[in-house]
């Protein structure tokens, strides 16, 4: 069976696509307060615009939300931030999972 090939999308389509993801983990981080859910939706769905399109998303949104359950992080309300060994560690609260970032 041959192999598929992988068409690009338009450029036109990666910007907007980018410019969604940015909007919802904005929209995530405004609604936190009221409703932690509605948060962790609006990270879901970026995610999944991510991967449709296969942008990867930018370091600083990849600290925003647990790699485990996928849900949206507030330091001090539903995780804890850490630095051990040039390492910035993240906890999530939800599942108890560590997430361990490299500092510079």
């Known amino acids: 069976m041959p192999k598929k090939r992988y068409h690009k999308k338009p450029a036109q389509q990666l910007t907007i ?7 919802l983990f904005k929209l995530a981080k405004e609604h936190f307060k009221e409703d932690s859910r509605l948060s962790d939706k609006y990270v879901k769905q970026a995610r999944r615009i991510a991967m449709k399109y296969k942008i990867k998303l930018p370091f600083f949104l990849k600290k925003r939300f647990c790699k485990h359950c996928h849900k949206y992080l507030a330091p001090g309300v539903n995780c804890r931030v850490r630095i051990h060994k040039h390492r ?3 906890y999530c609260f939800g ?6 970032h490299p500092v510079k």
């Open 17 to 23: 696509a980018k410019k969604r993801i940015e909007f």
């Open 95 to 100: 599942c108890k999972h560590y997430m361990r």
């Open 88 to 90: 910035v560690i993240y």
